[in-house]
């Protein structure tokens, strides 16, 4: 538009004009070349960095960080004409076309082997575990599309999981997160209308899929279902450890569960009448809740639980308790005017847990769920370890903190050594803290408990400060000093 | 995941060999392959009644997992084509009786010490199995920890050559095809099971190396199928054209041993062409392959690995020496 507005203006019979045009060309042409970016690129088989004269030193930035550049020196280079640290490390720099050229050969590139060694070392660990399943929120409940064909309860750690029709398969097999997804160990039964198999299992999510003739099939009467991460569906089921129940209300249209485990949603948990009474089965974390039942929009308690709080509204609200509380106990220190409890678990809040006083000292019994915690007591503003744990263990900084586990899955045991004054326990699960877990002496050995999370597991013992693979474990590895280390894997 | 981060196999037999653990020394290869062959050991025969398997997998990160039986011992194996045999998880088979230099084949590196073993009968689906199947015994600790997953070993090469294996990754399913003498399948074909569209393309097997032809601008390569790679890789000695197909994302620095750093490149292959299928925007790294050019006596441009072997349905027929491409 502008320059056909200019030669409408001007006579080109106007030597003046001619000028102006002229003047007017070689703007044109001066801001229709590229852009003076810097560039990294790939060119005769040689990388090639170019960094024009004058360009904006905040591109020669973002080059520098996209690409990983920082060892070359190119800001240095740039901004003080020294160019030394590239030279040193093999770039041919020169001065070409008012751009700076540093070029070195792709041949300097590492061999195969070292590629390779760089790749595994650097790969993301992110996918550590894969397919175990994990909580958001404390609470899960089933949604299957035929109650008669979701997996049977039994008890606590039983279930029958089902699979209707198929009936012309030869095989079919569950793999889940409750198997360490073999596809192998788990063979369904045939039945006369599809296929069965009765599982162990434990309260909580649980992730799986069905191998139907060697095809992978998530639960087709499950509607719950999380990303495998490569294009399918995992199905998701919830071994209950809560039956939520209240009886009567025969005629109620609508009966819903609301609690602070669901932000006292009052639509979402609907639940079913069975018989005599409405019901709802859920996973719950270990914990304390409070809990109402909303029969046709009116909100009543759960006569039955006798533990209840006042609602604050002239009501109550149903409490229940999941998991033992673990006693955190300070002894002595009676003159204190404040004990307080900071960890891991509560993210080292030191304003969150007070102890109470009680004969002798300091007391609060807390429910955590089961996992390896670091913790420490406040006394008045003073940080101390726990004196009556032995156990501690560091974190990165080195700061040493008492180490307590909960739930404990696995027992170490080494058997014999009685004549050793000490023995302990180390391992990726401690940060591999030498002084972390001492072993209890034992009539036939050295034992101690902890909680493994799931997967694979190294640790070695420490006997009178001589590390020691597990002389009763035929599974361990080589490791970067030239030892070994004992290895376990724990099934979810 | 970004295509930098992947593994490729053929150097895990050389990253965990026991020098590894001693300060990442890696001039002694534990599995070397002898110029001009394959795997030394014989090639084991498929046995069982199935004359085609479907075989789930699993997968962690870009590797594909297949769970097996090896005598008593169950885990997964990678199929890993650039394995030239069996090589097992030294961890899980630490008590096998060792042999070594009995081949006297040069298969085995490493200063010679044994690391050669037997393995009764390997299962790899109820119809299909192998017995008396030679392996190498390495350590393959590091990468199940950092994978999250028992493994086992590497279902290498030699095992597959009387096989043809259709790949369904997207559905995490192999279907392996027992082969006649002939290399037909023995399977009585239905007409959905014939190979209907797919096109054939001619592949070879070099010093125990899948070669393919592969076209990137115009200029003609040979890359080999790594199925134990989690990228692909494109040597860095190749030419300015093939270049210009390549946008670089990433450099990075590698630390060896007392070397001074090296540089590892990571960009996307715009477009390349497998006997006319065109495969558009891969992942690749570039490396400079010359090491493994000089043992293989190859001109070898490349590897193509999982992205490739992901990006659309195909089949390798090993005992033909033909991968099958669907469009």
């Known amino acids: 538009m502008g320059l056909n507005h200019l030669f409408n203006l001007w006579s080109f019979k106007k030597p003046t004009s001619w000028i102006f045009l002229f003047l007017l060309c070689l703007q044109v ?81 590492s061999g195969l082997d070292e590629l390779k060694m760089f790749l595994m070392l650097t790969s993301q660990q992110g996918e550590i575990n894969p397919g175990y399943p994990v909580m958001i929120g404390p609470l899960g409940v089933n949604n299957f599309k035929k109650s008669e064909l979701q997996p049977k309860f039994i008890n606590d750690s039983l279930c029958v999981f089902q699979l209707s029709g198929f009936t012309q398969a030869e095989h079919v097999f569950i793999s889940g997160s409750f198997n360490n997804w073999s596809t192998i160990n788990l063979p369904l039964s045939k039945t006369n209308t599809g296929w069965d198999i009765e599982l162990k299992i434990k309260p909580g999510k649980h992730l799986y899929k069905f191998i139907v003739d060697g095809k992978w099939m998530e639960d087709p009467n499950n509607s719950q279902w999380e990303s495998d991460g490569f294009n399918g569906k995992n199905s998701v089921y919830y071994h209950s450890n809560v039956l939520f129940k209240i009886p009567g209300y025969l005629n109620a249209k609508k009966v819903i569960l609301a609690g602070n485990f669901n932000d006292w949603n009052e639509r979402e948990l609907r639940m079913k009448l069975n018989g005599d009474a409405w019901e709802l089965p859920v996973y719950l974390e270990d914990g304390t809740y409070g809990y109402k039942f909303i029969v046709d929009g009116t909100w009543y308690h759960d006569t039955a639980n006798p533990n209840s709080v006042s609602d604050g509204s002239g009501g109550l609200n149903s409490i229940i308790t999941l998991g033992k509380p673990h006693l955190f106990r300070l002894p002595g220190y009676e003159n204190a005017g404040q004990v307080r409890l900071a960890g891991d678990f509560n993210a080292w809040n030191p304003d969150e847990l007070n102890l109470s006083k009680v004969d002798g000292g300091w007391e609060l019994p807390y429910v955590l769920k089961p996992g390896n915690y670091t913790y420490k007591y406040i006394v008045d503003n003073s940080w101390i370890l726990d004196p009556s744990n032995p156990q501690t263990t560091s974190d990165n900084n080195g700061i040493v903190n008492s180490f307590v586990t909960i739930g404990a899955n696995f027992r170490f045991v080494l058997k014999d050594h009685l004549d050793k004054k000490e023995v302990k326990l180390a391992g990726d699960f401690t940060n591999w803290e030498a002084s972390a877990l001492t072993m209890k002496r034992e009539e036939l050995g050295w034992s101690i408990q902890v909680y493994l999370s799931p997967g694979k597991h190294l640790y070695k013992y420490i006997i009178d400060g001589t590390w020691v693979t597990d002389p009763q474990n035929p599974l361990w590895e080589e490791n970067e000093v030239g030892t070994g280390n004992s290895v376990i894997w724990q099934i979810p | 995941m970004q295509g930098f981060f992947r593994l490729t196999i053929l150097g895990l037999l050389v990253i965990f060999s026991g020098s590894l653990v001693a300060g990442f020394d890696l001039n002694s290869p534990l599995v070397k392959r002898k110029k001009g062959r394959g795997s030394d050991f014989p090639d084991p025969i498929p046995q069982g009644e199935s004359a085609k398997i479907s075989i789930p997998i699993k997968r962690a990160g870009n590797l594909i997992l297949m769970e097996v039986q090896i005598d008593s011992i169950v885990g997964n194996l990678i199929l890993d084509t650039g394995a030239p045999h069996l090589v097992l998880n030294k961890t899980y088979f630490r008590n096998y009786p060792l042999y070594g230099n009995v081949m006297a084949s040069g298969i085995t590196g490493g200063g010679g010490a044994g690391n050669q073993t037997r393995v009764s009968r390997l299962v790899v689906a109820p119809g299909l199995y192998y017995s008396d199947v030679d392996a190498d015994i390495v350590p393959l600790g590091h990468l199940e920890s950092r994978k999250g997953v028992k493994i086992i070993g590497l279902f290498g090469l030699n095992l597959l050559k009387r096989l043809e294996i259709e790949f369904h990754l997207d559905e995490g399913e192999l279907i392996i095809y027992r082969l006649s003498r002939s290399g037909a399948r023995t399977q009585v074909e239905t007409a959905e099971e014939k190979l209907g569209k797919a096109k054939t393309i001619r592949i070879f097997l070099e010093n125990g190396l899948l070669l393919v032809p592969v076209t990137i601008n115009e200029k003609r390569l040979r890359f080999y199928i790594d199925t134990g790679a989690e990228t692909n890789i494109l040597h860095s000695g190749s030419s300015k054209k093939v270049f210009e197909k390549v946008q670089l994302s990433r450099r990075t620095m590698l630390s060896g041993t007392g070397k001074e750093q090296a540089e590892v490149l990571s960009g996307e292959l715009s477009e390349m062409f497998v006997d006319g299928h065109s495969y558009i925007n891969m992942d690749v790294t570039i490396a400079n392959l010359n090491s493994l050019r000089s043992v293989y006596d190859s001109s070898i441009d490349g590897m193509l690995g999982y992205s490739f072997l992901s990006r659309r349905k195909l089949a390798i027929n090993f005992m033909k020496g033909e991968l099958y491409l669907w469009d």
């Open chain 1, 29 to 109: 042409i001066a801001t229709a070349q590229p852009a003076k970016n810097p560039t990294y690129t790939l060119s005769e088989g040689e990388m090639l960095i170019s960094i024009p004269n004058g360009c904006d030193s905040s591109l020669v930035d973002s080059l520098i960080i996209h690409y990983n550049l920082q060892d070359i020196g190119i800001k240095e280079g740039y901004q003080t004409g020294n160019w030394t640290k590239a030279r040193q490390l093999g770039w041919v720099v020169k001065e070409v076309k008012k751009s700076m050229i540093l070029k070195k050969s792709l041949s300097e590139l």
